[in-house]
């Protein structure tokens, strides 16, 4: 097998280029390489001027999710000997400006985010003196959707996030289920609010790409078919019960 | 809670929701039977007097109303969501919408009909 492997990589200068382009360079075949480890070489050895975002290398930043031959995927979990004899393209993530290079503006979902406001909320002024204690039960409810580590590659996978920018998406409406299912959150109200309108969960139309795509085995998709429920609940108790705090 | 802004969407997708229950669920028993197992003799057909008879009962006309409606929803919305999303028609929502739900409606009219005519 060649111990080399070319890497077409997608360019894009905003002050200069109007269009991305691909530029392609060689690179070492390396059998515990990830496509990261070779961008870093790329950045190292050959063109210093290649921007890319990465930090922890093991899977729990979420920081250097890329488009790998048209798939959303982390470049540091992704081995390069996987494309062997290659090329391997590596992109942008879809559905998000691009800074410059491989670099993604990610300013819209940390505002998507912030809407659902994904901590514990308390509506009671309960000031703890000791550890909350939750059940082993209580804890599985919400344990796989708190595993997000907000990559955003099911925002690159979604189709629907792709045709609508106001989509709060996969992962926003995940992290909100993740505080609703919470034993100790009181947030559930002013969440459904914000989730079940139409650039909510009602936007999603089942595709199921996100959690095809998580890293990290995260169900996105469920949770927005469970909120749906709670959501369609809830629209049918306003209807028959309008009485309402509106 | 302010239910003014929520969408609309809860009643559109409780109908879809139900649907795909009755579409995967019961409607391939009917196709099964009806449309594969009694004309390929792979099952012993009633005949048309036995299914006739079973149609005298308001159970079955009420069981196959639903069934019919419900299917027509499930159809109706994913169709609408394949043609506003797949085909890029989303600017179109308000028309698709009305063919689609509209479609639907007018084929549980039509299965009402039929189903209230049949003596
Ligand atoms: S749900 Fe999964 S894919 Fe989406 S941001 Fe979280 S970890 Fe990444
Ligand atoms: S570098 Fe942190 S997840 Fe890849």
Not at chain 1, 28 to 42: C, G, K, Q, S, T
Not at chain 1, 87 to 98: A, S
Not at chain 1, 212 to 231: E, F, H, N
Request: include cysteine.
């Amino acid at each position: 097998m060649a111990d080399t492997i070319i890497l077409e990589v997608e360019r894009f200068h905003p002050e200069r280029d109007t269009e991305p382009s691909y530029q392609s360079f060689e690179v070492p075949l390396r059998a515990d390489w990830m496509v990261l480890d070779a961008l870093n070489f790329i950045k190292d050895q050959l063109d210093g001027s290649l921007a890319f975002r990465w930090s922890c290398r093991m899977g729990i930043c979420g920081s250097c999710g890329m488009t790998i031959n048209g798939v959303p995927k982390l470049t540091c979990e992704t081995l390069l000997m996987d494309f062997a004899p290659g090329p391997v393209r590596v992109g942008p993530l879809d559905h998000f400006p691009v800074v410059k290079d491989l670099v993604v503006e990610m300013d819209d979902f940390m505002a998507k985010l912030q809407k659902v406001r994904p901590w514990i909320v308390r509506k009671d002024d309960f000031k703890p003196q000791r550890e909350f204690i939750q059940t082993p039960a209580q804890l599985e409810a919400f344990h796989q959707f708190s595993l997000c580590i907000n990559c955003t590659l099911c925002y690159a996978a979604c189709p629907v996030s792709g045709l609508d920018s106001n989509f709060i998406g996969p992962a926003a409406i995940a992290l909100a289920h993740r505080y609703n299912l919470d034993s100790r959150d009181q947030g559930q109200e002013d969440r459904l609010d914000i989730i079940s309108q139409h650039e909510g969960i009602w936007d999603c139309t089942v595709v199921g790409e996100c959690s095809t795509v998580c890293p990290k085995g995260v169900d996105p998709s469920l949770a927005i078919q469970q909120y749906k429920l709670t959501a369609t609940k809830e629209w049918f108790k306003s209807f028959l019960l309008p009485r309402g705090k509106n | 809670m302010s239910s003014a802004k929520r969408s609309n969407e809860p009643i559109v997708w409780f109908l879809f929701g139900v649907g795909g229950f009755f579409a995967a669920y019961f409607l391939p028993i009917h196709i099964m039977l009806y449309g594969l197992a009694f004309p390929l003799g792979l099952a012993p057909d009633p005949g048309y007097d036995k299914t006739y008879a079973l149609l005298q009962n308001p159970l079955t006309r009420l069981y196959l109303f639903v069934l019919i409606m419900f299917c027509f929803f499930h159809a109706a919305h994913r169709m609408r969501l394949t043609l506003s999303d797949i085909l890029n028609m989303r600017h179109l929502n308000t028309i698709l919408a009305f063919v689609c739900y509209g479609g639907a409606i007018v084929g549980t009219v039509a299965a009402i009909w039929m189903l209230a005519v049949v003596h």
